[in-house]
């Protein structure tokens, strides 16, 4: 139970105790006194009465006298009774009035009874004992006096009592406010927001702890900003150019050994190889500073380009007057429109000094399982007959052994139409042997025999042509069927584009099973990119989804530490780090402290950590002394057939 509770309930039991006992108090007194009245008030009419009667009592013919005396007193209806007697107690005379009480409820008659005493008085003739007269007052006058005392007394305790319960509220509250900040400032530090609370309070007590707390929380917030610092300290000293800003060459060759051998993603797609065509004469004729300057311009026209969210795409400066731009799932148009585009803003900005041109582009296209070497000699061949071209560019021509657009479009509609997906699982395991959850990894057969579709075609074929969300509820819904009788948690993958779509959004919340359980054992992996790039309907998606029981990961994480900002608004479960900084990563000390950086960040937000594409002993044991939570890969365990 809450303290405001236990507090207000505590002192409001206080307070009716005290009203009740208050009440009972002044009643109880109150029918004492007019008790004590009635005795008194029976007691001098029963002196005075017979005083005046005493004379005639010994005669008989006197006592219609007597009767009359009587009744004058009697009738007044402030008695219950009169009873003469002679000396012989025998009855003379006697008079009653109704016990009925009028104006008082019953109820308080039976719980406040009033028994009025009965007064007697001797009669003496003389020295002669002439008879007794015996008196009782009527309760009745006593019950409507004592009935509207209480009432009275319960009204004006009843004012006292309301004013105290107000006070109480306000004291209570002035009590649990600055508490309740408290707890949820304890709350927020915990998810890593650090706010201050701004109300302090005026109670020397409560505001100790008040500003007690504000000073851990500004304390947390600077230890939390300078481990995010350090970790873009680490990234930008390893991974970044440090004249333009973007990646240098380092981050180039992780990122593109990560994707020409990464079986999961299977990527695709096309590297720009961009030459600053004229940057030798500049510096030779005009200096160094003119040398970066003009690299810089060419920098920042490049990555202005790259900011259209329907682009895939990462630059990277790979030596003095080289760029190159990874461009992933994208089609051979959107590549040569974006050279095109490249081209003209170069063009644009070009200056008499750059006798040779600002840039010449040269293109070539990659995909799951090529060599890098292959690929740079393509796009160094296309760079060269660029040169000469007119157009300052040129794609390298290849054998393209891929399905046709159309013949990917007649695949993907059969595939939706069968609405089945076949999956193999990978475990997720921590140091323990224990399986935090398997991923699976969908497939699909041919139409002409029992092999499998290439998913490093289908996927970005999918993304090419519009399918990419229509593909994702297919493998959802086939996986959601298969899970009701599967004991164990799943993750899925959901692509970038997917989670852009509010119709996606609305398709997977309705497709969710209302066991919350059921959806406890789904794990949904979304990338990195989706967080830089999300909205806030993408923040309302997930938090929808984890009120379901859905848990979530965020992968390829690492890549770009502005997603870091982005953590405390999704609270994902877990993060996969990137598997370009997992690669070899025993051999690699940039890497482990980049890594131990954003281990430290995520477990400061109580996010555990997952590692992939982990392949031999030696990485696994380098990422368990990093404190990574699970791992995932060959060497932990292969995709095997499901059970399901």
Not at 44 to 67: K, N, Q
Not at 119 to 124: K, R, V, Y
Not at 248 to 277: C, K, P, V
Request: net charge negative; charged share 20%; proline share 3%.
């Amino acid at each position: 139970m809450p303290l405001s509770k236990q507090l207000g309930l505590s002192l409001l039991a206080v307070l009716i105790l005290v009203f009740i006992g208050t009440l009972w108090i002044n009643v109880t007194n109150t029918r004492n006194f007019v008790a004590q009245q009635l005795a008194s008030h029976a007691q001098d009419t029963a002196t005075s009465l017979g005083l005046s009667i005493a004379p005639y009592v010994a005669e008989t013919d006197d006592l219609p006298i007597v009767d009359t005396m009587m009744n004058a007193i009697f009738d007044r209806g402030f008695y219950q009774s009169m009873v003469l007697r002679d000396a012989n107690q025998q009855i003379l005379i006697e008079k009653h009035n109704p016990s009925q009480v009028e104006g008082v409820p019953s109820w308080f008659v039976e719980l406040l009874p009033l028994i009025p005493p009965e007064s007697s008085t001797d009669l003496n003739d003389g020295w002669t004992m002439a008879g007794t007269l015996m008196v009782k007052s009527h309760p009745g006058f006593g019950y409507q006096q004592l009935w509207q005392n209480a009432v009275q007394s319960f009204w004006m305790i009843l004012a006292v009592f309301i004013g105290a319960l107000v006070l109480l509220y306000g004291l209570v509250t002035m009590i649990t406010t600055p508490l309740l900040a408290v707890i949820r400032q304890a709350d927020a530090i915990s998810k890593q927001q650090f706010e201050q609370i701004k109300g302090i309070p005026r109670t020397p007590e409560l505001k100790r702890i008040v500003l007690a707390v504000n000073r851990m929380s500004a304390q947390l917030a600077k230890l939390f900003t300078q481990l995010t610092n350090q970790a873009e300290r680490y990234r930008d000293y390893s991974y970044q150019d440090t004249l333009t800003g973007v990646a240098n060459r380092r981050a180039f060759e992780l990122a593109f050994e990560q994707l020409l051998t990464d079986s999961e993603q299977h990527s695709q797609g096309y590297l720009l190889l961009i030459r600053l065509t004229s940057l030798s004469e500049v510096n030779n004729e005009q200096g160094y500073q003119a040398g970066d300057e003009y690299v810089k311009l060419v920098s920042q026209e490049l990555q202005s380009l790259l900011t259209q969210p329907e682009l895939n795409g990462t630059l990277y400066r790979i030596s003095g007057a080289d760029f190159v731009l990874l461009l992933e799932d994208t089609a051979q148009q959107a590549c040569i429109t974006l050279t095109e585009a490249i081209i003209a803003q170069l063009n644009a900005v070009e200056k008499s000094e750059y006798r040779l041109g600002t840039a010449h582009v040269g293109a070539g296209s990659f995909s799951f399982g090529d060599s890098r070497t292959d690929i740079l000699e393509r796009a160094d061949n296309a760079l060269a007959g660029a040169s000469v071209a007119t157009q300052r560019w040129q794609l390298s021509h290849q054998q393209d052994v891929l399905h046709s657009n159309t013949q990917w479009r007649d695949q993907l509609n059969t595939i939706l139409q069968q609405k089945h997906a076949d999956f193999v699982a990978q475990p997720i395991k921590n140091h323990k042997d224990e399986v935090l959850y398997s991923e699976w990894f969908a497939r699909f057969s041919t139409d002409k025999n029992e092999s499998y579709l290439p998913m490093g075609q289908l996927v970005p074929a999918s993304v090419r042509l519009n399918y990419a969300q229509k593909l994702d509820e297919l493998l959802i819904a086939s996986a959601l069927i298969k899970l009701k009788d599967h004991p164990h948690a799943i993750g899925l993958n959901v692509s970038r584009l997917s989670l852009s779509q509010t119709s996606f959004h609305q398709w997977l919340l309705r497709a969710l099973p209302d066991d919350k359980a059921t959806c406890a054992r789904l794990v949904l992996e979304i990338p990195e990119r989706a967080l830089v790039n999300g909205t806030e309907d993408l923040v309302r998606f997930i938090a929808q989804l984890k009120s379901r029981g859905v848990r979530i990961t965020v992968e390829r994480f690492g890549a770009q530490l502005a997603a870091i900002t982005h953590l405390r608004h999704i609270r994902p479960d877990y993060l996969k780090l990137d598997g370009r900084f997992v690669r070899n990563i025993h051999n690699e000390p940039d890497n482990q402290l980049f890594v131990q950086s954003l281990v430290n960040i995520a477990h400061g937000l109580n996010i555990q950590v997952i590692a992939e594409m982990i392949e031999s002993e030696a990485e696994a044991a380098c990422l368990q002394d990093l404190f990574v939570d699970y791992l995932q890969g060959f060497y932990i365990g292969k995709p095997a057939e499901t059970k399901v």
